[in-house]
Nanobody, 112 residues
Framework: VQLVESGGGLVQPGGSLRLSCAAS????????LRWARQVPGKALEWVAT?????TYAAFVKGRFIIFRDDHNNMMYLYMNNLTPEDTAVYYC?????????WGQGTRVTVSS
């Protein structure tokens, strides 16, 4: 199982980014996928889950949207109206054979 995130970068407050998650070693259509983020020195924070329905953390407040492309084993996180508080390393993950897998992360910095 491998997950590779990309798409992070520096964006101004109010801006948007699209994060990508490329999965291999399993078929995404058969598994729940997640996004989480981590600020240095703090615990991993759940952002969103893609299952039969998408669910989001309260702080997302309608700003983020998950899109899955199971045909290509991909998942995306569209992030809009970003604030400095969204600055973090973002990870995509799944649970496979009762084990949690996460990618290496992609850094998002929201700053003017």
């Amino acid at each position: 199982v491998q997950l590779v995130e990309s798409g992070g970068g520096l964006v101004q407050p109010g801006g948007s980014l699209r994060l990508s998650c490329a999965a291999s070693g399993f078929k995404t259509v058969e598994y729940i996928l997640r996004w989480a983020r981590q600020v240095p020195g703090k615990a991993l924070e759940w952002v969103a889950t893609s299952d039969s329905a998408n669910t989001y953390a309260a702080f997302v407040k309608g700003r983020f949207i998950i899109f899955r492309d199971d045909h290509n084993n991909m998942m995306y996180l569209y992030m809009n109206n970003l604030t400095p508080e969204d600055t973090a390393v973002y990870y995509c993950g799944t649970t496979y054979n009762h084990e949690d897998f996460w990618g290496q992360g992609t850094r998002v910095t929201v700053s003017s």
